[in-house]
Nanobody
């Protein structure tokens, strides 16, 4: 079992920055991939970023590429999402997720690949 706790959300103006954190505990040695997803009211959950726990290869959709950066500190069992140049369209609840399935290494964009989820943290970007 893996437990995830997300933090760092808040209210920022357009063009500002936030850094989200996700602390993992439990059987963290089983993690292959950690990712971030977001969900706005009335919309589907959207892939934001993913990182391989070993090696650090990252994945992003076009909507955030060049603005968001995912990183990890393996020693602290923590993954981060640095969000720059925020837009009102980025407003959503952001969820961190972890997968202990090796298949996620090649299919990191699918929410159903992830076994464990944090509670979510609200990000609101004002215009």
């Amino acid at each position: 079992q893996v437990q995830l706790v997300a933090s760092g959300g808040g209210l920022v103006q357009a063009g500002g920055s936030l850094r989200l954190s996700c602390a993992a505990s439990g059987r963290t040695s089983s993690i292959y991939v950690m990712g971030w997803f977001r969900q706005a009211p009335g919309k589907e959950r959207e892939f934001v970023a993913a990182i391989r726990w070993n090696g650090g290869r990252t994945y992003y959709p076009d909507s955030v590429k060049g603005r968001f950066t995912i990183s990890r500190d393996n020693a602290k069992n923590t993954v981060f999402l640095q969000m720059n140049s925020l837009k009102p369209e980025d407003t959503a609840v952001y969820y961190c997720a972890a997968s202990d399935r090796i298949s996620t290494m090649t299919n990191s964009r699918g929410q159903y690949e992830y076994d464990y989820w944090g509670q979510g943290t609200q990000v609101t970007v004002s215009s």
